[in-house]
């Protein structure tokens, strides 16, 4: 991956006023790590000021970043959840493992406690906040008490949704020469439990959003029936609804009727009057 570059901020803040001007309405800012973008760069704005720059932009009503990593979180980007008000309450927060031990050996710079803290000031800063996280199961050394830490962790942080994926060997990593790796069908038992566990937790959060209503960005024909559209709330959950391709690009008013494990059912409110983001 190399050494970690920052595109100037004026460069990024001109294309975000040419994609206003294009229309667009949301804009998601990508990096291995956003936290640390601006470090070591003379004059340069910090993450959390390039992102209240761009929250007064006209024409840009969402404004959504990835991935961070929680060894970098800010207070003050924590913090920016409360204050600007186009920064959507979302974010994506990688842990990995629940367990100190193999924190450690991933020399991700953190601890459980750490994570869970950051948790806690993510939902104080800003409530209705939904976050997902990454996590590994399997990684070598790790034991039976490693894992249930990571249970521990994902039962206390109740994640919106969950990426977990099985440890893989690659090649010229230092991982890959450890003597103790995991068996895989211990993997696989592992990231089943763990997988039961996320999905029931994502179920209930979708749950209590029936009856509520969410303003909508509407992105196109839904994957699930062509005749239905599809678009996303402000914390990124999928909501699928009838309507006219028309709306496509436009934000909307949509009630939640109906919950799944995956997505949302709505139904069209109003085009124009989309809720406060609170």
């Not at 390039?50 to 207070?75: A, C, Q, Y």
């Not at 991700?108 to 906040?129: C, F, M, N, V, W």
């Not at 690659?170 to 439990?193: H, N, P, Y």
């Amino acid at each position: 991956r190399g050494r970690e570059k920052s595109r100037p901020s004026l460069e990024i803040i001109e294309e975000v006023k040419h994609l206003a001007g294009m229309g667009v309405k949301e804009v998601c800012l990508l990096g291995q790590n956003v936290n640390g973008y601006g470090k070591g760069v003379p004059d340069e704005l910090d993450f959390p000021d390039l992102l209240e720059r761009l929250n007064g932009i006209d024409g840009i009503e969402r404004i959504r970043f990835t991935t961070s990593h929680p060894k970098d979180l800010s207070g003050k980007l924590m913090q920016a959840f409360s204050r600007l008000r186009k920064l959507c309450e979302y974010l994506h927060l990688p842990f990995q493992s629940g367990s100190d031990r193999i924190l450690k050996a991933m020399h991700r710079g953190y601890t459980k406690t750490a994570y869970l803290e950051k948790i806690d000031q993510l939902k104080e800063a800003r409530p209705s906040i939904a976050i997902t996280g990454d996590v590994i199961v399997g990684f070598p050394g790790e034991a039976e008490e490693d894992f249930e830490e990571t249970l521990d962790l994902v039962q206390k942080a109740r994640f919106d949704d969950l990426y977990s994926f099985k440890y893989s060997s690659r090649k010229e990593t230092r991982a890959a020469q450890f003597e103790d790796q995991v068996e895989g069908k211990v993997k696989q038992q592992r990231l089943s439990i763990l997988q039961a566990m996320q999905k029931e937790i994502t179920f209930q959060k979708n749950q209590a959003l029936e009856g509520r209503v969410e303003e909508i960005l509407v992105e196109g024909k839904s994957k699930q029936s062509s005749q239905d559209l599809t678009g996303r709330t402000r914390t990124n959950k999928i909501v699928n609804f009838k309507g006219n391709l028309s709306l496509v690009g436009k934000l909307i008013s949509v009630r939640i009727i109906k919950a799944y494990p995956h997505s949302l059912r709505g139904e069209i409110l109003s085009v124009q009057e989309a809720p406060s983001p609170g």
